[in-house]
C-alpha cells in the first residue's frame, strides 16, 4: 500500500445505478423510511420531511417532540 497521502485514488464504479434511504428512527424504534434514486438536495430534503417525518412523527409523539439531524444535505 502507498503510504503518499498526496496520490489520487481514481475509482470506476462496477455498478453506476444507486438507491439513497432517508430514514428516522426514536427511542421507540424507526418512525419512517424513504428510498429515492435522485440527489438529495434542499428542497427535496424539505419534501421528505414534510411528506414522511412529520406525520410519523405526529402519529407517534402528537406536538411534542425535537428534531435532532446529521449534516446531509
Not at 424507526?30 to 417525518?53: A, E, K
Request: charged letters at 25%; proline letters at 7%.
Amino acid at each position: 500500500m502507498d503510504k503518499n497521502p498526496n496520490k489520487e485514488l481514481k475509482c470506476s464504479p462496477k455498478n453506476r445505478q444507486k438507491v439513497h434511504i432517508w430514514g428516522s428512527i426514536s427511542v421507540r424504534g424507526v418512525l419512517t423510511c424513504h428510498t429515492f434514486r435522485c440527489n438529495l438536495d434542499g428542497p427535496y430534503y424539505v419534501s421528505i420531511i414534510d411528506d414522511y417525518l412529520l406525520p410519523a412523527a405526529r402519529h407517534q409523539f402528537g406536538q411534542h417532540w425535537r428534531l435532532q439531524q446529521d449534516n446531509d444535505p
